[in-house]
């Protein structure tokens, strides 16, 4: 049982190239939440997901896009990355919906963008 | 959204009994009080949660007054290993409620 994975762990891009950061999750978890966190702003919540095949917007939506095709997966899209988006980004799934329900976190991804 | 406010750094020696307090005042009656912890490089952890009175496990006691309107995080003789930051959260999600906030910095010397 490996919890929530994240793929890549580190990744350097320069300014206007795209990418795609891959969660993983086997506890068969029905929500999934993609967060970032930057040096004294705790963290914020970026984008979310209560389904396979759904997904909505967080409080840091912009400049990112995200999909649930697979229950088991949420990933998250940098269409054209800017210094901005240079962050830690960390993904988390919960059995159920609600502050109530613990929330899995994975180990990150850092990413920087030159 | 309950507003959460909690001190941004605290520090503490090996074996002391170390208590973070978290304000929140406009709490909500179906508002759960929530707190997670962190280390540097990882993603924050579960540690305990709590609606009213006292709660205990393993790790830590939460002590939640009456009015609801602060809680307080106990973690009995502090080690190294609880260097970390640990983040107060409250309400019943709605997801764009879950907000972590800074947190509060706990450092732990020998």
């Known amino acids: 049982n490996a919890g929530v994975t994240q793929t890549p762990k580190f990744r350097v891009l320069k300014t206007g190239q795209s990418m795609t950061l891959l969660c993983a999750q086997d506890m068969n978890h029905e929500y999934m939440y993609w967060y970032r966190q930057d040096p004294g702003m705790g963290l914020r919540l970026i984008h979310y997901s209560v389904g396979e095949g759904t997904t909505a917007k967080g409080e840091v939506p912009d400049g990112y896009n995200v999909s649930r095709l697979k229950k088991q997966n949420f990933l998250l899209g940098l269409e054209s990355a800017a210094p901005s988006q240079t962050s830690v980004y960390f993904c988390?799934?919960?059995?159920?919906?609600?502050?109530?329900?613990?929330?899995?976190f994975g180990p990150g991804t850092r990413l920087t963008v030159l | 959204l309950a507003k959460t406010t909690q001190p941004i750094s605290m520090d503490s020696y090996e074996g002391q009994e170390v208590n973070i307090t978290c304000s929140h005042n406009?709490?909500?009656?179906?508002?759960?009080i929530t707190w997670y912890q962190q280390f540097p490089s990882q993603g924050p952890r579960f540690i305990i949660q709590?609606?009213?009175t006292k709660v205990t496990n393993e790790v830590a006691s939460l002590f939640i007054p009456a009015d609801r309107k602060s809680s307080t995080l106990s973690l009995p003789r502090v080690s190294l290993s609880d260097t970390a930051v640990y983040y107060c959260l409250v309400g019943d999600g709605g997801y764009s409620t879950l907000t972590f906030g800074k947190g509060t910095m706990l450092l732990v010397s020998p």
């Open positions: 406009n709490i909500a009656t179906n508002d759960y």
């Open positions: 709590g609606y009213k």
């Open positions: 988390a799934s919960s059995l159920l919906a609600g502050n109530y329900n613990e929330q899995f």
